[in-house]
């Protein structure tokens, strides 16, 4: 797995193969993250990457110039793996936390302005995590939560979706929270 794009374009993440994870492809990856530089501002802005896996959407936002991101992950090689790789590139301000992500959503009091989630496409409690996200107000008023998931969900009316993106298998759902559907 490549990174894409900032001060470690091209540079590969070198994952173990024991890490229960199923990584955003790179075609994908690269087209969402043209989608949020268009959007945000990468170096003023904060991250929460759940169920972060490899955490190659927080170390892509890293290369891109963001110092202040949280990935949370329950799995403990997933969360040693992104802390190594956070130390070996000298990725300052990238922080893993282990622990479930349901549990860091509860507890969170910490609002961001892009909150990443890529939960595994069989969690029975997906279709939840938007209004979850959203309760607990993680997402900055002009902030977007990004959800990653397969074809068999749809958010189109979720009273904060804003837009739908898909690459192959690969469904984004992007929400903000002053978006209202009538």
Known sequence: MRIIGGIHKGRILQVPSNLPVRPTTDFAREALFNIIQNHFDISKISLLDLFAGTGAISVE?????????????????????????????????????????????????????????????????LPDIPDLIFKKKLVHTNGWLILEHGQEHTFQNHRFFLQHRKYGNVNFSIFQPQTIIA
Request: aromatic share 10%.
């Open 61 to 125: 936002m890293a290369s891109r110039g963001c110092t202040d991101i949280t990935a949370v992950d329950k799995h403990p090689g997933c969360v040693q793996f992104i802390r190594k790789t956070a130390q070996a590139w000298n990725l300052k301000g990238l922080k893993a936390i282990k622990q479930d992500v349901f549990r860091y959503i509860e507890q969170c009091t910490t609002n961001y302005h892009l909150v990443f989630a890529d939960p595994p496409y069989a969690l029975p409690n």
